[in-house]
């Protein structure tokens, strides 16, 4: 776990591809897009199944492990309307049953958008971004605001590193840019894609159930003589 400032506020990158505000008991995640592969069977894509039980186990580690108060979603909570249909909204369904006690927020993302709010039953108040929370607007769509510093999701971002053997590597990543950061995509069944950064910014992979700054570079030790 890697902690920064931003905004003014104590935020920790967590291996799970998630952050958490201590000051404010509040669990960040972005882009878990429940119920995708059920989306892509349904159109007859062959893709895994248990994804959405692997989303769910994850969140429910990360829970008791930071002792969150709140859950927000920053957008992309369901990846379609398929996903209101069992299994997998029965999964949700039974899931918040286990965490009655937890508020959850949810701020629209482009394919919440497409799905439509979740059901009553699963006690999410939606809103549109942005949502205020201290120092921070949290928001779904990583583009900058007046007024403080925003946190979102929806790129799904990641980079790829290199090794001494020719071998790459593509690892998800927390990026903070100037004015805006853009949290991993949490679900167990989502894509990566790659991120511009440019000087000023600051880059932590996500690897071996660790957070890591890779950029900008570490300074080396000096080497003994």
Excluded at 61 to 85: K, Y
Excluded at 161 to 172: T, V
């Amino acid at each position: 776990m890697s902690t920064i400032v931003v905004g003014g506020e104590r935020l920790a990158l967590l291996p799970e591809k998630a952050a958490f505000l201590p000051d404010h008991g509040t669990l960040l995640i972005a882009d878990a897009h429940v119920g995708k592969s059920a989306s892509f069977r349904r159109l007859g894509i062959p893709v895994p199944g248990g994804t959405t039980t692997e989303t769910l186990t994850a969140l429910d580690t990360l829970v008791e492990r930071v002792g969150a108060r709140r859950i927000v979603f920053l957008g992309d909570l369901l990846h379609s309307a398929h996903a209101h249909a069992a299994p997998a909204m029965a999964a949700f369904v039974g899931w918040r049953r286990l965490h009655p006690e937890l508020d959850l927020t949810l701020v629209r993302g482009n394919h919440d958008d497409r799905a439509g709010d979740p059901p009553a039953r699963l006690g999410i108040v939606t809103v549109d971004e942005p949502l205020r929370l201290g120092g921070l607007w949290l928001c779904h769509h990583p583009v900058a605001r007046a007024g403080g510093y925003v946190l979102g999701g929806h790129r799904h971002p990641c980079v790829t590193l290199s090794g001494r053997a020719f071998d790459r590597l593509r690892l998800p990543c927390f990026w903070f840019a100037r004015g805006v950061g853009v949290l991993p995509a949490f679900g167990a069944f989502t894509g990566m894609h790659p991120i511009g950064a440019v000087p000023g910014d600051r880059i932590f992979v996500v690897a071996d159930r660790q957070v890591d700054e890779v950029w900008p570079a570490r300074p080396r030790a000096a080497a003994r003589r």
